[in-house]
């Protein structure tokens, strides 16, 4: 039986990180440091949860079900069809993929052009080399691992270790946490998890995984998900002792610069301290190597799936080109019109994705029935579209927006945790009731 060298395993690994490790990943943790100040640790406990341990969690199980697929059609056929291609739309050309391409030029590209260059073209030209570089590592599947796992994380590994190191030599400047962060920081850093996309993006990246380690002949299923569970718990580590490193740049530098907008603004303020402007070419590298290896992986997965869902009547190479020059258009919006749709978009996928995850890994000891799996799924939708359609476009619906307001958790935007957690178990009590009812009439009929 075929068994992954220890060379291919590191590359596997490091490539999952890397898929992971894109533009959110290294703007929200130095912000959560600038924020949170002194409890930056705090608030970073519970971020680690939604952006480290769901995403590891989420790339396990999407590998262990042989795809995302396989995991919504436990709610329903239907559901996984609809619920699929939502997320493979929205975390790819609708959003992610076109975030990724336009990130590393707003926050590191654009500050480094003469006041009068042509942003508009300017953004052309770097989408264009961008993207045409993803397309051609894309376009190659089965050296997607040594692309991504060998050359272009290790070397992304290493930059965000130099500024690191150098920041450690500032005296730290710590300032009082602000706003959530001060009052409740470890919700304010559970939510702050969602922006990352992570748990989402790990639906895609977890079946990706899967096929790398059976394009290096691993054949049987169990040692494929024996490696899978070894390679996100890798990958979990690197993402959560980076995020530590990132939110010790902000937190270390909170006081020098109080009230950071985002966390490129701190990145960029810390390196111009550190190197001065060429620290700026450094940060551009460091965005552009993290959102190539995220966009290479998104355009990967959604490629291979929407290859199968149309029953291989357009090559995997056709998909990948589609989706590829779709997001080259999108990105060339700008960076703000995408990310104006990305909080409802998140408040709407990322509960119903979180529940998946934790019924997915808790399926063997609870054993949950398509009906709890249906119940489930519906309150993790209904209150979060309640609730974003109230917060985000002010629009009340009669008698539901009132309901969804009483809910404990409503102001922490978690309204709908509660209720979904006790439909799942009404749902599963309901089962194994009538499952005992109908085993109780088979007797009787047979006596």
Partial sequence: MKKLSRSEFSQVSIMLFGLFFGAGNLIFPPLLGNQAGNQTWVALASFAVTAVLFPVLGAILVGKTDGLSNLSNRVGALFSIFFTTAIYLSIGPGLGIPRAGSVPFELAIAPLLPETTSLSLARLVYTFCFFGLALWICLKPTKLVRRVGKYLTPALLVMILFLFVRIIFLTPQVAPALGAYQTSPLTKGFLSGYDTMDAVAALNFGYVVALAIKRFGVTDKAERTRYTVKAGLVA??????????????????????????????????????????????????????????????????????????????????????????????????????????????????????????????????????????????????????????????????????????????????????????????????LGRVYEKSQQKDQVGQEI
């Fill in 236 to 429: 979990g580590a690197l993402l959560l002792l980076v995020y530590a490193m990132l939110s010790y740049v902000g937190m270390a530098t909170s006081g020098l610069f109080p009230g950071a907008e985002n966390g490129a603004q701190v990145l960029s303020q810390t390196v111009q301290v550190l190197f001065g402007k060429t620290g700026l070419y450094l940060l551009a590298s460091i965005f552009t190597l993290a959102c190539l290896t995220t966009c290479v992986g998104l355009i990967t997965s959604g490629g291979e799936y929407f290859h199968v869902l149309f029953k291989r009547k357009l090559s995997y190479h056709a998909w990948v080109c589609i989706w590829t020059f779709f997001s080259f258009v999108m990105a060339n919006f700008g960076l703000n019109t995408l990310l104006a749709f990305s909080f409802p978009l998140l408040t709407m996928i990322y509960p119903v994705a979180l529940l998946l995850i934790v019924m997915g890994m808790t399926q063997g000891w609870f054993g949950y029935s398509k009906l709890a799996y249906g119940f489930g799924a519906f309150f993790s939708l209904a209150l979060p579209l309640v609730e974003m359609l109230d917060k985000t476009f002010k629009v009340a619906l009669p008698f539901l927006t009132d309901l969804v307001k009483s809910l404990p958790l409503y102001e922490q935007g978690l309204s709908w945790v509660l209720p979904s957690l006790l439909a799942v178990t009404l749902a599963s009590l």
